[in-house]
């Protein structure tokens, strides 16, 4: 089982439409969260921190249940620019802070 | 503007052939990261560095090098004995020295065998 699960979609809505991605983490030591979006053939770029509260930038949500261990990123009034795969990614405080991604999940947002 | 270079943007490899991927930091981040993306997967971390003269393997090491001479560099070697190098190479800093966050991303070298 990869310790980082995520749907690899795609996801294809139509602009406006809320999209919703979910993630699964299997290592309780798991710190600290985060999404990275990645545009294709690009590098990964930071979208978000996780936060067990919860938290929200513009139209972008994200959720964490340490519980659970799962992690989630809502998107609201999707955008053609959102068209992108996005990371979920956890992290653990062993000999340096290491990353560890999931595959990620595509969306394609149609006009 | 700070940032992380890495250099070339793409590179080919001739069989039995060693090559060297840069990487430079201007952040003043002590740890700097090394991943390979392979389509459809995950980065997959091959080394890692929290401070000069210092490195650890990470995930997939066998059939790769790399050296952390300075602060600001940290090349990667991808040596003959890596039968599949063929990936997109992503350099990675952050601050470091016990802080948990976020890494920040080269633009990444894409290379492939000849």
């Known amino acids: 089982r990869k310790e980082v699960e995520q749907d690899p979609g795609p996801f294809n809505v139509p602009e406006g439409a809320t999209v919703a991605f979910n993630c699964t983490y299997s290592?309780?030591?798991?710190?600290?969260f985060f999404w990275y979006r990645q545009d294709c053939r690009k590098e990964p770029k930071l979208l978000m921190s996780?936060?067990?509260s919860g938290n929200e930038d513009g139209r972008f949500t994200a959720q964490l249940n340490r519980a659970s261990q799962y992690i989630s990123l809502l998107i609201r009034d999707s955008k053609l620019s959102d068209s992108a795969t996005y990371l979920c990614?956890?992290?653990?405080?062993?000999?340096?802070?290491?990353?560890?991604f999931g595959a990620g999940t595509i969306l394609r947002v149609k006009s | 503007d700070g940032g992380i270079t890495q250099s070339p943007k793409y590179l080919f490899r001739k069989e039995g052939q060693n090559v060297t991927l840069s990487c430079e930091q201007n952040?003043?981040?002590?740890?700097m990261y090394w991943y390979r993306q392979d389509p459809g997967q995950g980065l997959r971390l091959i080394y890692y560095?929290?401070?000069?003269?210092?490195?650890q393997k990470g995930d997939i090491a066998e059939g790769y090098s790399v050296s952390r001479e300075k602060k600001e560099s940290f090349p990667l070697t991808v040596t003959s004995a890596q039968k599949n190098p063929t990936a997109f190479y992503l350099c990675?800093?952050?601050?470091?020295?016990?802080?948990?966050?976020?890494?920040?991303f080269g633009d990444g070298t894409r290379l492939s065998i000849l």
């Open positions: 952040l003043n981040h002590d740890a």
């Open positions: 990675a800093s952050s601050i470091g020295d016990g802080v948990l966050g976020p890494q920040h």
């Open positions: 560095s929290q401070i000069v003269n210092d490195f």
């Open positions: 996780v936060y067990s």
């Open positions: 290592n309780s030591a798991s710190q600290s």
């Open positions: 990614v956890v992290e653990r405080m062993e000999y340096g802070n290491k990353l560890v």
